[in-house]
C-alpha cells in the first residue's frame, strides 16, 4: 500500500433506519494498519472533525489477520464528510452503510449475525392498503404470499373492537421481542380455540391424501412434541424449539407483514417470521392474511425437513445483497415453491406449498386436472405472473427437495452481485465471500468436514 491509501472503499445502502438510531447517524465498518496508535488516531479524526461518536465494537476481520471496527457517527452537526476524507488515507478498507438507495454501485444491506434480524423485524405494514404490496406475505386460504386484497367479509375483524385489542396483545409481544429470547407464551381463548379447531379437522382430514411424504412423516411428531391438536393451540417457543433440534430451523414471532428482501433474509440464518394470532372466528376457513393456523399447519412440519430446510434457506441466501429486481424474482420462486408447491412422489403429484398445506379449497383443486402443472425452473419460475383473489391457474412440479435446492443454487449464480455468501452455523452469521483470504479460510473448513467424510466411509467399508 503507498502513502497509506486504501485498500478497499465502499458504500452500501442499508433499506430500514435502525429504530435505535437518532436522525442523522449514519454506520461505517473500517479495517487499520496494524500499528502502535492506529486506533486512536482513526477515533482523533472524529474527534477533530466535531463527529460524535455513538457505537464503537471491535471484531476479528474476516478479510486479513487484523481487526475491523464498527462505528455508528452522529452526522447532525456535520464533519463526517471531512473526517471520511481523512480516514481513507490512513484506513486499509472502509465500507459506508449508507442509506441512499441511490448510491452508484452500492450493495444492498443485509444483515451478517442473526441477531441483526432485531433491525427490522419490527418494521412491518399495517392493516388496510398495505395489505395489497407485491411482497411475501403469508396468508389462508388461499391467498399466502403477497397478501390478498380485502373483501368485505374478511374486514370484518378490522372492524370488531376486540378483536383489534386482541391483535395489538399480539403485535406488542413481537415487537417487543429480541433474539435468544424464548418466544412468550399466549393464552388463547376458548373462542380463539374453535376457530383452530375448525381448519386443523378440516386440514387434517386431507393430509394423508394430498400432501408430501415428507410433511405426512413430521406431522405426528408434532402432534406427540408440540401438542398439535383440534382442543390446542401450540405455542410457538415449542415449535421453534422442536424445528431447532431437527434442522436448526427456528420461528420469530412477528406483528405483520415484512418486505420480500426482510422477510426472505430471515430465511437465509434459517429463521421464520411467524404471526401468532389467530384469524376472526366470524370466518374460520378464510383470512386475507398471515396466521398462527397458516404458520403452523402450513409451514412448521416442512422446516423440519432437512432437505426443505436447506432449500428454504438456499432462497433466503440468494437473497442477500441482490439488486431489487433480483429480489422480486426471487420472491416469485418462492410464492411457486415454499408456498404453492408440488412435487411428484410415487407416479403422483403432492403438495408441498403452505398456501396449499393450510387451505381446504386450493389443497383440493390443485391436485386435479384443472390448473396447469409446469416443471419447476427457477428462471422460468421467476418470470411466471400470478393472480392473488382467486385460485392460481399454474403450478409448478419439482422432482425432489434435493432437486429444487440445486436448481435454486444454479439460479443463484446468475445474480449480479460481486460476492458469494455462505452460512456458518457455529456463529450463526453470514460469511461474505468477496476476497482471497475468506476463500481459503471456507476452503479449510470444507477440506477438515472432507476429512470426516473420508474417515467414516473408510471405517464403513471395513464393517461391509
Known sequence: MDGGATHNVETKHVDEKNNNEP????????????????????????????????????RSSKASSGYEFFV?????????????????????SLTILSRDQKAHDSVPWFPRKMKELDRFANQVLTYGAELNADHPVSATPPRPRPAPRLT????????DPVYLARRKQFADIACHYRHGQPIPRVVYTEAEVRTWGAVFVELTSLYPSHACREFNHVFPLLVDNCAFRADNIPQLEDVSCFLRDSTGFQLRPVAGLLSSRDFLAGLAFRVFHSTQYIRHGSNPLYTP???????????APLFADPQFAAFSQEIGLASLGAPDEYVKKLATCYWFSVEFGLCQQGGQRRAYGAGLLSSIAELQYALTDQPQVRPFEPAKVAEQTYPISELQPVYFLADS??????????????????????????????????????????MQTVRGDMGVVCDALRKLSVRM
Do not use: W
Open 23 to 58: 436522525p442523522g447517524a449514519i454506520s461505517l465498518i473500517f479495517s487499520m494498519k496494524e500499528e502502535v496508535g492506529a486506533l486512536a488516531n482513526a477515533l482523533a479524526t472524529f474527534k477533530t472533525n466535531g463527529v460524535n461518536l455513538l457505537h464503537i465494537e471491535s
Open 72 to 92: 455508528t457517527c452522529d452526522d447532525s452537526r456535520g464533519g463526517l464528510k471531512e473526517a471520511l476524507n481523512q480516514l481513507r488515507q490512513s484506513s486499509t
Open 152 to 159: 368485505t367479509l374478511s374486514r370484518q375483524g378490522f372492524h
Open 289 to 299: 392474511e398471515p396466521d398462527i393456523c397458516h404458520e403452523l399447519l402450513g409451514h
Open 401 to 442: 427437495f434435493d432437486d429444487a435446492k440445486e436448481r435454486m443454487s444454479a439460479y443463484a449464480h446468475t445474480i449480479p452481485r460481486p460476492f458469494s455468501v455462505h452460512y456458518n452455523p457455529y456463529t450463526q452469521s453470514v460469511e461474505v465471500l468477496d476476497n482471497q483470504e475468506r476463500i481459503i479460510s471456507m
